[in-house]
Nanobody, 119 residues
Framework: QVQLVESGGGLVQAGGSLRLSCQAS????????MGWYRQAPGKQREPVAI?????TRNLADFVRGRFTISRAGTTVYLQMNGLKPEDTAVYYC???????????????WGQGTQVTVSS
């Protein structure tokens, strides 16, 4: 069984920094893309940053220049600098992976970690 476990959320003042981590574990044969999404109250979940196996990174316009995404094995990180109150949301880790050689790639989600930025 696959698990994605996030850590690193919390409360920070505007302009501050946080680093989120997400480790995938369990029955994993191969991982494709890994990334972070976020969902603010009353809004839909939206992609924040994605990193592919070849290191290609895609960041949303609203975080470009402030956030960076990196990856090491089955762990993905999101370094968030210059945080703004509008970055307040639950941040979810996502991994596109398959559990066996004959399986298909499916998206798995972490439980989410709260990030709150005060003004």
């Amino acid at each position: 069984q696959v698990q994605l476990v996030e850590s690193g959320g919390g409360l920070v003042q505007a302009g501050g920094s946080l680093r989120l981590s997400c480790q995938a574990s369990g029955s994993i044969f191969s991982i494709n893309d890994m990334g972070w999404y976020r969902q603010a109250p009353g809004k839909q979940r939206e992609p924040v940053a994605i990193v592919s196996t070849d290191g290609t990174r895609n960041l949303a316009d609203f975080v470009r220049g402030r956030f960076t995404i990196s990856r090491a094995g089955t762990t993905v990180y999101l370094q968030m600098n210059g945080l703004k109150p509008e970055d307040t949301a639950v941040y979810y880790c996502n991994a596109d992976l398959k559990e066996s050689w004959k399986g298909t790639y499916q998206k798995y989600w972490g439980q989410g970690t709260q990030v709150t930025v005060s003004s």
